[in-house]
């Protein structure tokens, strides 16, 4: 069964699912944008009987807190130290890390802050390497190179309900999309304030490419026991950027699925499968 928490973290409310046995290996799950851990309903109840799982929502997405952009600093320095907080608050001193998008430059400081608490890497379309940026990131490298109103201005489309539907469709297959997932992301970004909040991190998102040689040292050095499951057809995050783990970490595992950016939607069975016989 998975209980519904939400945990002071040092006076800023994080909400998390929770499920399994405590004294079972721990999984930590990290969504990306501009979902939630609602991504993960499909995904938790599969790996229960083996693990420890508990997912939380990032700071500024689904039921965390969302401060107005004026009054906290959206970064992803900011969240991942929210996230390492969490994880010491409910008790998670070594885990497996399960990262996606915004959840993998999240994830991958905290390996690098704390290298003997990762138990094993799980990336599910969740980039460390300039070849897995597609074309489709133009619009924001713009944004970085000239922070301009009128660049941040054509960012708005990237928050438009039928972009957030379109992420979730493309490169899926045919009618196997459920609305559920994007029709609530598209409620939480529809809050007052969520856009500002947004556009501050598709901002900050280029401090982690800047980490990413940082982050592609971790790997070299620690090797951590390493498994890309990725959707193929991924818009944003190419397959170059799952091989590419193998650079660094040769005994890497990496996995593609016919499907697209959230593979979960469509592969949560086949992606379980994978994640149980690597860490077993």
Do not use: C
């Not at 599969?46 to 508990?54: M, N, P, Q, R």
């Not at 489309?157 to 609305?179: C, M, N, R, V």
């Amino acid at each position: 069964m998975t209980a519904y928490r939400t945990a002071d973290v040092d006076g800023f409310s994080i909400f998390y699912r929770e499920a399994g046995e405590p004294g079972a290996p721990k999984l930590l799950l990290l969504h990306g944008f501009p979902s939630s851990s609602h991504m993960f309903r499909d995904l938790i109840p599969l790996l229960a009987d083996g693990f420890h799982i508990v997912a939380p929502d990032l700071p500024g997405f689904g039921r965390s807190d969302m401060p107005e952009a004026r009054a906290f600093t959206y970064t992803f320095d900011h969240i991942a130290d929210i996230i390492d907080r969490f994880t010491e608050v409910v008790g998670f001193d070594r885990y497996a890390l399960y990262v996606f998008d915004y959840g993998a430059p999240t994830g991958f400081r905290l390996a690098l802050k704390h290298p003997e608490r990762i138990a094993a890497i799980i990336s599910q379309n969740g980039n460390a390497y300039e070849e897995g940026l597609s074309e489709g990131w133009n619009p924001i490298r713009s944004y970085w190179q000239d922070p301009s109103p009128a660049n941040r201005e054509a960012l708005r489309g990237f928050l438009k309900p039928e972009t957030t539907a379109w992420q979730y469709t493309h490169g899926a297959p045919a009618d196997a999309i459920s609305p559920d997932g994007y029709s609530l992301d598209s409620f939480y970004l529809a809050r007052p304030g969520a856009h500002e909040v947004q556009l501050d991190l598709f901002s900050d998102y280029k401090s982690n490419i800047a980490l990413y040689p940082a982050f592609q040292a971790y790997f070299r050095t620690h090797k951590p026991p390493f498994l890309a499951a990725w959707g193929k057809n991924d818009p944003f995050f190419l397959p170059p950027g799952a091989e590419a783990f193998k650079r660094d970490m040769p005994d890497a595992v990496v996995r593609f699925f016919d499907t697209g950016h959230f593979a979960l939607e469509t592969h949560a069975k086949e992606i379980a499968a994978a994640i149980d016989d690597f860490l077993r």
